[in-house]
């Protein structure tokens, strides 16, 4: 392992991989259960990813602090630090495992916009080295953590952490590709781990079969690619924020819903209160129309880091 380094950060904390997406496109129509057997591709780009690195750099192209905490293969992770590496994003929080590669998403992408993805989780880590790693990281500074999809074990050491040690923080939970995983009691290990979830419809949908309490208990923001986002407050009452279409063609829908969490984030760390840690709320629909912006502004590039500075 890599020698940790205890470091004082007022930066946003976003948990999660880091990894290269093999991302690609096919002519052929996916069924509901994916590209079958077998899927012939037209086209085919590796780009940089993962979700805790697409968050970190959208914060950054908001001109917001972020911290990484991930862990990544010593082997391949120079031209990954190379390409995120910005005043904005502190990167001293990922551990590098040596004689390691980073993780891999293999992206394939229908001529409907439909996504299939297979996923290389990368190097693996105790739930013990975890929790130590995170003792490392100072997060008392911090005013929220985005905690991104990452292994079941490792998002609630993470959550547990924040919440443990720093509780007036924002906790912001988006459990991705790994709520398919999560059962009835999973969600209830969790209920008093997050203070926000962000997910879209089939991840909640599938949350809600072992929850169907879900949407009342907290705030929990659900999206749905172009069609309206749903915002279902803490205190009661839901809220609908239409998406505006797009001036000119998608490009590419990989790490759009990463991006819509940076600009979400990025607005609610603006507005955030050591003193009352609900003060983000007023700014809710700021919050989510950054989202749309940083959304969009991804689905015109190819690949989840090529959007450019989002801060003006």
Same mark, same amino acid.
């Given at each position: 392992?890599?020698?940790?380094?205890?470091?004082?950060?007022?930066?946003?904390?976003?948990?999660?991989?880091? #990894?290269y997406?093999?991302?690609?496109?096919?002519?052929? %129509?996916?069924?509901k259960?994916?590209?079958?057997?077998?899927?012939?591709?037209?086209?085919?780009? %590796?780009?940089?990813?993962?979700?805790?690195? $697409?968050?970190?750099?959208?914060?950054?192209?908001?001109?917001?602090?972020? =911290?990484?905490?991930?862990?990544?293969?010593?082997?391949?992770?120079?031209n990954?630090?190379?390409?995120?590496?910005?005043?904005f994003?502190?990167?001293?929080?990922?551990?590098?495992?040596?004689?390691? =590669?980073?993780?891999?998403?293999?992206? #394939?992408?229908?001529? $409907?916009?439909?996504?299939?993805?297979?996923?290389?989780?990368?190097?693996?880590?105790? %739930?013990?080295?975890w929790?130590?790693h995170? #003792?490392?990281?100072?997060l008392?500074?911090?005013?929220?953590?985005?905690?991104?999809?990452?292994? %079941?074990?490792?998002?609630?050491?993470?959550?547990?952490?924040?919440?443990?040690?720093?509780?007036?923080?924002?906790?912001?939970?988006?459990?991705?590709?790994?709520?398919d995983?999560?059962?009835?009691?999973?969600?209830?290990?969790?209920?008093?781990l997050?203070?926000?979830?962000?997910? $879209?419809?089939?991840?909640?949908?599938?949350?809600m079969?072992?929850?169907?309490d879900?949407?009342?208990?907290?705030?929990?923001?659900?999206?749905?690619?172009?069609?309206?986002?749903?915002?279902?407050?803490?205190?009661?009452?839901?809220?609908?924020?239409?998406?505006?279409?797009?001036?000119?063609p998608?490009?590419?829908?990989?790490g759009?819903?990463?991006?819509?969490?940076?600009?979400?984030?990025?607005?609610?760390?603006?507005?955030?209160?050591?003193?009352d840690?609900?003060?983000?709320?007023?700014?809710?629909?700021?919050a989510?129309?950054?989202?749309?912006?940083? #959304?969009?502004?991804?689905l015109?590039?190819?690949?989840?880091?090529?959007y450019?500075n989002?801060?003006?």
């Amino acid at each position: 392992m890599a020698e940790e380094v205890l470091v004082s950060n007022p930066s946003i904390i976003i948990v999660g991989a880091l #990894a290269y997406d093999q991302i690609s496109s096919t002519k052929k %129509e996916f069924s509901k259960t994916g590209p079958g057997l077998n899927c012939k591709l037209e086209t085919l780009d %590796e780009h940089f990813g993962g979700c805790g690195g $697409n968050i970190a750099y959208g914060i950054g192209q908001h001109s917001q602090d972020a =911290k990484l905490v991930s862990v990544c293969g010593e082997l391949d992770f120079h031209n990954y630090r190379t390409h995120i590496e910005s005043p904005f994003i502190n990167l001293q929080g990922v551990m590098t495992k040596f004689n390691a =590669k980073c993780a891999r998403a293999f992206v #394939a992408t229908d001529l $409907n916009g439909k996504q299939f993805t297979a996923f290389y989780p990368g190097p693996e880590v105790s %739930e013990h080295s975890w929790e130590a790693h995170l #003792a490392n990281q100072d997060l008392q500074q911090s005013q929220i953590m985005v905690c991104a999809p990452y292994p %079941e074990k490792l998002m609630s050491s993470s959550l547990k952490h924040m919440r443990d040690t720093n509780p007036k923080a924002l906790r912001i939970w988006c459990p991705g590709q790994y709520a398919d995983s999560l059962n009835t009691d999973s969600l209830k290990h969790f209920s008093d781990l997050w203070d926000v979830l962000i997910g $879209n419809e089939h991840e909640v949908d599938h949350l809600m079969t072992h929850d169907a309490d879900l949407v009342n208990k907290k705030t929990v923001i659900v999206t749905a690619g172009p069609k309206p986002i749903k915002v279902y407050m803490a205190h009661g009452g839901t809220r609908t924020f239409p998406v505006p279409k797009l001036t000119t063609p998608s490009v590419d829908p990989t790490g759009s819903g990463d991006a819509f969490i940076a600009g979400f984030a990025s607005v609610i760390g603006q507005h955030l209160s050591a003193g009352d840690k609900g003060a983000w709320i007023g700014h809710v629909n700021e919050a989510v129309q950054s989202g749309i912006r940083s #959304a969009q502004r991804c689905l015109q590039q190819l690949g989840s880091q090529n959007y450019t500075n989002l801060s003006n």
